[in-house]
């Protein structure tokens, strides 16, 4: 223990300061939730961050995904209410719409609509830049945590035994852009998918990380409308296109805080969705959703539409083998990014800052900047498994990742039966829902009720029609 009580030596400083002092590159969830663990163990963490912080919620150049849907899945409300204690009410009271899953949405899925029974898990749909600045109220109260805004770190301090800080350049005034070194004895990366802490590492002689890419091409539209009362309100909240192998056009509406509702396309490498006005709308009626079609006949466009492409599957393998540094560790998208369209990665963000905590927190465990490690990318598993899982298999796909294992095909079987039965099958339906929220484990859908529907129970009746009303 230090001067200020803290457990300073659980994250193996190696600098003699008699201030442990801890570094974050990039102030987004992933930065914000790591910093507010290290706050416990660090005397000063110090965030970096590129962008200028906004008062209040706005979105910010740092996070350009800020401007399409970003559900929150249930593995990450729990995570987030362990690390900062009634933050749902918190985001409930600001009105961020909390949606019932699966009876608050009209959901379409390879020919079949989805029973709307009743909810056995819910999301929350309000905007990113909410709950990023919700996020950030919380956390920047600390006096122990300080932001360094508009920022860059352009470089690590050290050698491939260990990272000793890293180098900034500021991006207001300096025209010039001088550098300067920021010491400290742990630095962690949470500067998003675009990171390049793998060019730092290889510039100070340590190792890149080896990357397992899998990527679609999959492209994002979105706009912002506000719709007509007594449609998209009330019992139903949102409409949604799931996407797969034979139905490659995904997408809908989903409620925002203030009653708008962003839509939302996405479509495959060669067939983009557009952001002009009407190629834009032209392109979400190829939806297979004709109460979505009715609903943006009578919606008010509130903003243009904006594009994403950037949108591949990127797990980079600190925990491999090599000459990896002590005192680096890398986190949230900076770790491992997530096809957007399964909604993982502000849940990721959060269940890694919780293993962060555990892992400083062991009672055994010396934890060694491996051992961390590896701790974060295991929370990250099971939605890697679920998003590379279903990547893998749609048209086109690349990357170094993309070759199933003999494994994945005796899954995909028994998967495509969970698949089958997802939409109609209360039992199914909920355990699979379970899974994909980051709720349960993979192996709750081998639980013994599950295996018997997958195994033995043909793939029940599914509505006709949308369903207008959800089932009692
Ligand atoms: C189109 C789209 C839709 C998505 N939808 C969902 C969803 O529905 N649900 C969900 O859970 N997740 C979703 N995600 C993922 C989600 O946006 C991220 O997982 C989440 O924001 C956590 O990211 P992060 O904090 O690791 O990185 P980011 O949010 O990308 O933040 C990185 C931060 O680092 C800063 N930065 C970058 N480089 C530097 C540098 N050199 N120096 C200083 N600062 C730097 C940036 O300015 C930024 O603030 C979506 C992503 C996309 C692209």
């Known amino acids: 223990m230090n001067s200020t009580g803290k457990d300073s030596r659980r994250w193996g400083g190696g600098g003699n300061r008699n201030e442990r002092h801890a570094v974050v590159v990039g102030g987004s969830l992933a930065g914000l939730l790591a910093a507010h663990v290290l706050a416990g163990y660090a005397d000063r963490v110090t965030v970096v961050e590129r962008d200028r912080l906004p008062q209040g919620v706005k979105p910010r150049p740092g996070v350009a995904q800020g401007r399409h849907p970003h559900v929150l899945l249930e593995g990450g409300q729990s995570a987030l209410e362990s690390l900062l204690p009634g933050?749902?009410?918190?985001?409930?009271?600001?009105?961020?719409?909390?949606?019932?899953?699966?009876?608050?949405?009209v959901l379409w899925q390879d020919g079949h609509w989805f029973?709307?029974?009743?909810?056995?898990?819910?999301?929350?749909?309000?905007s990113r830049a909410q709950l990023e600045e919700l996020v950030r109220r919380r956390v920047l109260t600390n006096p122990?945590?300080?932001?360094?805004?508009?920022?860059?770190?352009?470089?690590?301090?050290?050698?491939?035994?260990r990272v000793r800080g890293v180098l900034l350049r500021d991006r207001a005034g300096d025209a010039r852009g001088e550098h300067r070194a920021l010491e400290a004895d742990l630095v962690v990366d949470a500067s998003g998918s675009g990171t390049k802490a793998p060019d730092w590492l290889t510039a100070i002689g340590a190792k890149a990380p080896y990357e397992e890419t899998i990527d679609t091409g999959l492209a994002y539209a979105?706009?912002?409308?506000?719709?007509?009362?007594?449609?998209?309100?009330?019992?139903?909240?949102?409409?949604y296109v799931y996407p797969s192998p034979a139905q490659i056009h995904a997408g809908g509406a989903l409620p925002l805080e203030d009653g708008s509702h962003l839509v939302i396309v996405s479509g495959l490498r060669g067939d983009e969705p557009?952001?002009?006005?009407?190629?834009?709308?032209?392109?979400v009626k190829r939806l297979p959703h004709p109460p979505l079609h009715r609903w943006l006949d009578e919606a008010q466009p509130l903003s243009q539409?904006?594009?994403?492409?950037?949108t591949a599957n990127i797990?980079?393998?600190?925990?491999?083998?090599?000459?990896?540094p002590a005192g680096f560790l890398a986190t949230g998208d900076a770790l491992c990014t997530f096809n957007p369209v399964y909604g993982q990665g502000m849940a990721v963000a959060a269940m890694s800052a919780l293993a962060l905590r555990d892992a400083l927190a062991h009672p055994r465990r010396t934890p060694t900047t491996r051992r961390v490690q590896r701790a974060l990318l295991a929370a990250s598993r099971q939605a890697w498994d679920i998003s590379a899982g279903a990547?893998?298999?749609?048209?086109?796909?690349t990357g170094t990742a993309v070759d199933a294992r003999p494994a994945d095909r005796a899954a995909d079987w028994y998967l495509q039966r969970v698949q089958a039965r997802y939409p109609a099958d209360p039992v199914v339906g909920h355990a699979f829902r379970s899974v994909l929220t980051l709720s349960a484990p993979i192996t709750a859908l081998f639980a013994p009720p599950v295996a018997r529907a997958v195994l033995f129970r043909p793939p029940p009746t599914t509505p006709a029609g949308p369903p207008e009303t959800p089932e009692e």
């Not at 539409?305 to 950037?310: I, V």
């Open 222 to 239: 979105s706009r912002l409308y506000r719709g007509p009362s007594g449609i998209l309100d009330g019992d139903t909240a949102g409409y």
């Open 391 to 397: 990547d893998r298999k749609m048209p086109g796909a």
């Open 144 to 161: 122990v945590i300080n932001v360094l805004e508009a920022t860059d770190v352009i470089g690590l301090l050290g050698d491939a035994s």
């Open 115 to 126: 029973r709307r029974l009743p909810s056995t898990t819910h999301i929350y749909t309000g």
């Open 305 to 310: 539409a904006f594009g994403y492409r950037q």
């Open 87 to 105: 933050f749902l009410v918190e985001l409930e009271a600001a009105g961020a719409p909390r949606v019932g899953m699966p009876s608050d949405l």
């Open 315 to 324: 797990r980079r393998r600190y925990d491999l083998p090599g000459r990896h």
């Open 274 to 283: 557009p952001t002009a006005d009407d190629a834009f709308v032209t392109y």
